[in-house]
């Protein structure tokens, strides 16, 4: 099981940025798939962003394609989430997962991170 702890939200207004940092305690970070997911007080857990072990894939949900940016380190076995021009609606609380496979689907990553609370007034 891997460890995995976020850090980085806060309050932003609309517009703003925040970086999102995913440290991770396993020696085997660089074989996993990392993901970020979402969650807003009454709403399902939606999918954000995906990549890969050597971070040449990525992939985003349309709602945020083209404002976050996914990445990672290895070396610091450390994921990111690059968050610009925050809108209220990505408001929820953010966490980072991971997975021995490539997948997009929630269900298949086996370790999560506690979440980040992201706050985005208008």
């Known amino acids: 099981q891997v460890q995995l702890v976020e850090s980085g939200g806060g309050l932003v207004q609309a517009g703003g940025s925040l970086r999102l940092s995913c440290a991770a305690s396993a020696r085997t970070f660089s074989s996993l798939a990392m993901g970020w997911f979402r969650q807003a007080p009454g709403k399902e857990r939606e999918f954000v962003a995906a990549?890969?072990?050597?971070?040449?894939?990525?992939y985003y949900a349309d709602s945020v394609k083209g404002r976050f940016t996914i990445s990672r380190d290895n070396a610091k076995n450390t994921a990111y989430l690059q968050m610009n021009s925050l809108k209220p609606e990505d408001t929820a609380v953010y966490h980072c997962a991971a997975a021995k496979i490539w997948t997009l689907n929630a269900t298949e990553f086996r370790s999560w991170g506690q979440g980040t609370q992201v706050t985005v007034s208008s």
């Open positions: 990549i890969r072990w050597s971070g040449g894939n990525t």
